[in-house]
Nanobody
Framework: QVQLVESGGGLVQAGGSLRLSCAAS????????MGWYRQAPGKQRELVAA???????NYADSVKGRFTISRDNAKNTVYLQMNSLKPEDTAVYYC??????????????????WGKGTLVTVSS
């Protein structure tokens, strides 16, 4: 019903930059918050950054000052600008859409959706 498609991952040297994009598709009426999570090998998935429909943002302490999240509500798209990348930023980055109202089956309203992930590798 709702699909999230991420793009923009890849290999970059430490100190470099990448921009991730995530577009939500479907008959979407509203999305509460959109965010990025990451999961490094052997570690739990963690929140990187999130942005609400009115523009309030939240960042993990480890990325504050280096990453910027933004959102285009008209396009149901969220972006993550990542600067000053470090090897410890290496992970699979997943897009999340929180409390989505989409389609015409009210029993599905309020669900969360996840993208399949995009790999970010930062070399030292």
């Amino acid at each position: 019903q709702v699909q999230l498609v991420e793009s923009g991952g890849g290999l970059v040297q430490a100190g470099g930059s990448l921009r991730l994009s995530c577009a939500a598709s479907g008959t979407i009426f509203s999305i509460n918050a959109m965010g990025w999570y990451r999961q490094a090998p052997g570690k739990q998935r963690e929140l990187v950054a999130a942005v609400t429909s009115v523009g309030s943002t939240n960042y993990a302490d480890s990325v504050k000052g280096r990453f910027t999240i933004s959102r285009d509500n008209a396009k149901n798209t969220v972006y993550l600008q990542m600067n000053s990348l470090k090897p410890e930023d290496t992970a699979v980055y997943y897009c999340n859409a929180d409390r989505v109202v989409a389609g015409f089956d009210p029993s599905l309203y309020g669900m969360d959706y996840w993208g399949k992930g995009t790999l970010v590798t930062v070399s030292s």
